[in-house]
């Protein structure tokens, strides 16, 4: 007879723990706790408004020395790289020709001015006639026209600077033969206090720094007297800070930009020519500017810029705004937000649409 063994076998029930649950998934869920997250309080407060562009400095006077005679040069007589007056002797061009010449025409001059006084005496006399002394006199006085040719071309044997500045390194050397009129210039002065600093903002860079200078509170005119400040390549500040004074009447047509000028003092020469700057130009001033953390902002999938604003009742919403431009690390709000009102900066993972929320 055959007999089955049987065995008994225990289940054991594991009950969960009190609070907790599964989810559809199996895995074990948690009771949600109510966010912390970090607030800021939207305050208006007067904004300077600023905008920065790129620049480069330009001389405020430029001169090429260039000789207004031939001649084999003498002498230099200025230090390369130095600052020189205007009227200071820059070279010496042999002149032993051109003294020549000026002691012919004043000797020339002399002596048709004895002839004119005794044409003059017979005329009185009416020994000569008419036309034989206003020869005498066409001839005076073309004699002494040569005379200060002459001396001119002689003066000019000396090469001045032509306006105060500072000079650059000679491209001639003494006994270099220079001539009236050559395209290469001897050297070139540069006056450099003030200097200016070209800039070249394109089109919609314009068109938002008028809108933001209408919207201003001193409804300042368009880039008229705007303060500038340098920022030098290095990230060091310019100690000293000017004004625009120039806007070309055109814009551009290979670069869609405009010129602008501004005059900056630079009296320790600092500032070289043909440097590159970043240029912050003040555009005024907004007596109710917004600033808000930059990390406060968030877009959607379009790109739209907004917060998360916590209401009265610690819930949040989710509000679309205006951006205006970023300082440093905020951002300008043209619209959207309130004063008083509470904004979401840390903590923005856990928040969701009229989701509760304690702030801190």
């Known amino acids: 007879m055959n007999r089955t063994l049987i065995i008994p076998i225990s289940f054991f029930c594991f009950l969960p723990l009190s609070g907790c649950g599964?989810?559809?998934?199996?895995?074990m869920a948690y009771p949600q706790e109510t966010p912390k997250v970090e607030i800021f309080t939207v305050q208006s407060t007067t904004v300077?408004?600023?905008?920065?562009?790129p620049g480069r400095t330009a001389a405020f006077n430029v001169a090429e020395v260039r000789p207004q005679v031939n001649g084999i040069i003498k002498a230099r007589k200025f230090e390369e790289g130095a600052l020189v007056t205007e009227g200071q002797e820059l070279y010496e061009i042999d002149d032993a020709v051109y003294k020549a010449h000026h002691d012919k025409a004043i000797a020339n001059l002399r002596h048709l001015e004895r002839t004119l006084k005794r044409a003059k005496t017979l005329q009185i006399d009416n020994t000569v006639s008419e036309q034989e002394y206003e020869e005498s006199?066409?001839?005076?006085?073309?004699?002494?026209a040569d005379a200060e040719l002459a001396r001119l071309d002689l003066e000019y044997c000396k090469v001045k600077a032509p306006l105060s500045g500072k000079i650059g390194r000679s491209t001639i050397t003494v006994g270099a033969l220079v001539t009236n009129g050559q395209p290469q210039e001897m050297a070139v002065i540069q006056q450099t206090d003030p200097i200016y600093v070209d800039l070249n903002p394109d089109i919609p860079q314009m068109l938002r720094t008028r809108n933001a200078m209408e919207g201003s509170d001193d409804r300042r005119p368009f880039w008229q007297g705007a303060t500038v400040k340098l920022t030098l390549e290095d990230g060091t500040e310019y100690p000293?800070?000017?004004?625009?004074?120039?806007?070309?009447?055109r814009v551009q047509s290979d670069t869609g930009s405009v010129t602008l000028r501004a005059a900056i003092p630079n009296p320790d020469g600092h500032l070289l020519p043909g440097m590159f700057v970043r240029v912050s130009v003040e555009e005024g001033i907004r007596s109710d500017g917004k600033m808000i953390p930059q990390q406060a902002v968030l877009r959607d999938m379009k790109g739209?810029?907004?917060v998360w604003v916590v209401r009265q009742d610690d819930t949040v919403d989710k509000r679309e705004i205006r951006t205006n431009r970023t300082i440093e690390n905020t951002w300008l709000i043209d619209s959207g937000l309130e004063d008083g009102e509470r904004i979401v900066?840390?903590?923005l993972q856990f928040v969701e649409q009229d989701g509760k929320v304690i702030p801190e």
């Open 22 to 27: 599964t989810t559809a998934t199996g895995e």
């Open 48 to 53: 300077p408004l600023v905008r920065t562009l």
């Open 137 to 144: 006199l066409y001839a005076w006085e073309s004699a002494k």
């Open 240 to 249: 000293h800070s000017g004004q625009i004074d120039f806007l070309d009447n």
């Open 304 to 306: 739209n810029p907004y």
């Open 345 to 347: 900066v840390e903590g």
